[in-house]
């Protein structure tokens, strides 16, 4: 069965800490893998990979790929408070399916 | 506001009843999915549509849950005979076709069985 499992669950920092969150994905055929944001309605796109090595960045957050080890990271420097929410990583498979695969999440609360 | 809109926002029911929930998707995608997220987990995939096609289904999708997007444009999903394990938070998206599209998400419909 598809497994997508996200570390830590949570996380508490202070404003302008950098983290580090953790997807690590076992799956048959792997398509892409996707990172969202939820804050309390509904989940919002951040990244898509589907090369390993090429990072994508957008502001302060960015995410990498491994293909080999079967993991991605996001990363968020001098976070914000508005940065609160939980993180969502998911990941497509081949064979025809179109449904996404969830982690938990991991809920990350940024203290001023 | 052009995104994914839900309806109702938030469903309390008793026990036993039916009930329905509306998603209109981004004008120009034409899949459209449903998913179901309880506290502290992932959204979990119910099924989606190619336009009014219904092309996958969860197991997660018993014989009391039905969809549907009969001009493919909105859709429903109807729970009969509900269940307390049916509280959740029923999660709709859509996304253009094509391989690798991002799915964009609408705030959800918060179901609450007494």
């Known amino acids: 069965e598809d497994k997508v499992v996200q570390s830590p669950l949570s996380l508490v920092v202070h404003e302008g800490d950098t983290v580090t969150l953790n997807c690590s994905y076992e799956?048959?055929?792997?398509?892409?893998l996707l990172w969202y944001k939820q804050e309390k309605k509904a989940p919002t796109f951040l990244f898509m990979l589907?090369?390993?090595?090429i990072e994508k960045k957008s502001g302060r957050l960015s995410s990498i790929l491994d293909k080999k080890e079967l993991f991605s990271i996001l990363n968020i420097t001098a976070t914000q408070t508005g940065d609160s929410a939980v993180y969502l990583c998911?990941?497509?498979?081949?064979?025809?399916?179109?449904?996404?695969?969830f982690g938990k999440g991991t809920k990350l609360t940024v203290n001023p | 506001d052009t995104g994914v809109s839900q309806d109702p926002r938030h469903k309390i029911t008793k026990r036993g009843q039916n009930v329905t929930f509306r998603c209109d998707p981004i004008?120009?995608?034409?899949?459209l999915y449903w998913y179901r997220q309880t506290l502290g987990q992932g959204p979990e995939f119910l099924t989606y549509?190619?336009?009014?096609?219904?092309?996958?289904k969860s197991r997660l999708l018993s014989d009391r849950f039905s969809a549907e997007r009969p001009k493919g444009s909105f859709s429903t999903l109807e729970i009969q005979r509900t269940e307390q394990g049916d509280s959740a938070m029923y999660l709709c998206?859509?996304?253009?076709?094509?391989?690798?599209?991002?799915?964009?998400f609408g705030d959800g419909t918060r179901l609450s069985i007494l």
């Open positions: 799956v048959t055929n792997f398509r892409s």
């Open positions: 004008s120009e995608h034409n899949r």
């Open positions: 589907t090369s390993s090595g």
């Open positions: 549509f190619q336009n009014e096609a219904q092309l996958e």
């Open positions: 998911a990941v497509y498979t081949q064979g025809g399916s179109e449904k996404l695969v």
């Open positions: 998206a859509s996304s253009p076709q094509g391989s690798n599209q991002p799915q964009h």
